[in-house]
């Protein structure tokens, strides 16, 4: 299980995934196998010599522009609204 | 600096979100002072060519070639290839429909560059052209920049901008030029079969003006054909968000959202839709967002025009007869 205080950093979390990975590993006989050596593979090597050609300047949450204007009344009033917006202030029908 | 905007035709007909994006590029040569060179490519695609001349275009390209009858990636890269390094624009354009999705990246990558695809608008920060795109289903927008030299490459998302804005030629017609393309057959590498539809009633609903769509709000599918009656007074098509296709009350082909359709109408109709942003990606496009819910706190309401908080069974009658109402009237 995971300690409160382990879980208390980012980092202290990672430590502790890790060594739940850890553990697994061991559980499942993979003990003592030697490691395989993970090949590096440059940009270049693979033939991609481009440089990058975008860069996201930023990333947020959009904000909302639309300003919702809310009809009320009777089913039939505000049908009745709807239809007369929707045919002389938005023009769509 | 030179835009030059790729349009797209299917089976003999625009696909409309061509003239979204011309008028995109109008408004970005507007802001940058830049002329807007409008391509049409194809075979016989004259007529579509003279009629592109009638906007408000520096020039029109016209690409005509027997092999470009039919669409196929590896024919458009070839022959699009050749236009732009003649050409030589510093922004290309195209409306992000399925068919860009399918040739623009390869083409993008046959020269070289990268693409900035799937924008829903632009910025001008004192010359410099920032795309504003989104990630994560809509859940966060980034703004995103091209490094390194032009051609620039991107798509913007339908409905992102109007294409009845488009500004007409000032004078009388753009000159149309008609540019050769060397491609032969060797070079296409996929033969298109005939196009065909799952089923004979199958709409393509990014064609249509006029949506209604509902949600689980509508409950039951015996409440469906009152949804129907008001799609058919207001003279538009009866679409629904992803649980009433999964549920099989309406076909697949209506679904409206990420995993379905993305389709940008005059006027979109929500009746008991939430606002999940699966669904909301799908529509957020169209230009006046009506919203029918009885739960006043749903999101949908947060991206429409009019709100309603409501009992749809209670409206959608009513709604139906205003609207019979009005064309009588």
Same mark, same amino acid.
């Given at each position: 299980m995971v300690s409160a205080s382990r879980m208390s950093t980012a980092g202290g979390a990672l430590d502790s995934i890790r060594? @739940?990975?850890s553990t697994l590993r061991h559980s499942e006989g993979h003990h003592g196998r030697q490691e395989k050596e993970i090949a590096a593979a440059s940009r270049e090597s693979?033939?991609?010599s481009h440089? /990058? $050609? @975008?860069k996201i300047e930023k990333i947020y949450v959009p904000t909302k522009t639309k300003k $919702?204007?809310?009809l009320t009344g009777t089913p039939k009033e505000v049908a009745t609204k709807l239809v007369e917006k929707l045919k002389f202030e938005a023009r769509v029908i | 600096m030179k835009i030059l905007v790729i349009t797209e035709l299917r089976q003999g007909k625009w696909n409309n979100a061509s003239f979204e994006t011309l008028a995109a590029a109008q408004q970005i040569a507007k802001d940058t002072s830049s002329a807007v060179s409008a391509l049409v490519i194809g075979k016989d695609v004259a007529a579509f060519?003279?009629?592109?001349?009638?906007k408000n275009v520096a020039e029109v390209l016209r690409v005509e070639h027997n092999l470009l009858e039919a669409y196929t990636p590896d024919g458009y890269c070839v022959a699009l290839k050749q236009v732009v390094e003649n050409a030589k624009p510093n922004l290309v354009l195209f409306p992000h429909t399925y068919q860009v999705r399918d040739f623009a990246p390869k083409l993008s990558a046959m020269l070289g560059k990268g693409m900035i695809g799937d924008c829903i608008g632009y910025r001008n920060e004192g010359g410099k052209l920032v795309f504003v795109r989104q990630m994560f289903q809509g859940k966060t927008a980034a703004d995103v920049t091209f490094t390194g030299a032009a051609p620039w490459f991107a798509s913007f998302q339908s409905g992102a901008f109007r294409a009845d804005l488009l500004a007409a030629h000032p004078s009388e017609k753009a000159p149309v030029n008609s540019v050769t393309v060397s491609l032969s057959a060797e070079q296409i590498r996929t033969k298109p079969l005939d196009l065909f539809k799952e089923v004979k009633s199958a709409v393509d609903l990014t064609q249509a003006p006029l949506i209604v769509a509902i949600g689980r709000g509508i409950k039951a599918p015996e409440n469906i054909p009152q949804a129907e009656a008001l799609a058919k007074a207001l003279g538009g098509e009866i679409a629904a968000s992803? /649980?009433?296709c999964d549920e099989g009350w309406l076909p697949m082909e209506r679904q409206i959202g990420s995993s379905g359709q993305t389709v940008a109408p005059k006027l979109y109709l929500a009746l008991g839709i939430s606002g999940a942003i699966q669904h909301v990606v799908g529509m957020k496009g169209a230009r006046t967002i009506v919203a029918i819910n009885k739960d006043a706190n749903a999101p949908i309401f947060e991206i429409a025009d009019y709100g309603i908080v409501g009992d749809i069974f209670e409206i959608m009658p009513a709604l139906t007869e205003a609207l019979e109402r009005a064309k009588s009237g």
């Open positions: 060594h @739940q990975q693979l033939g991609v440089e /990058p $050609t @975008q $919702t204007e809310f | 060519a003279e009629e592109l001349a009638g992803r /649980p009433i």
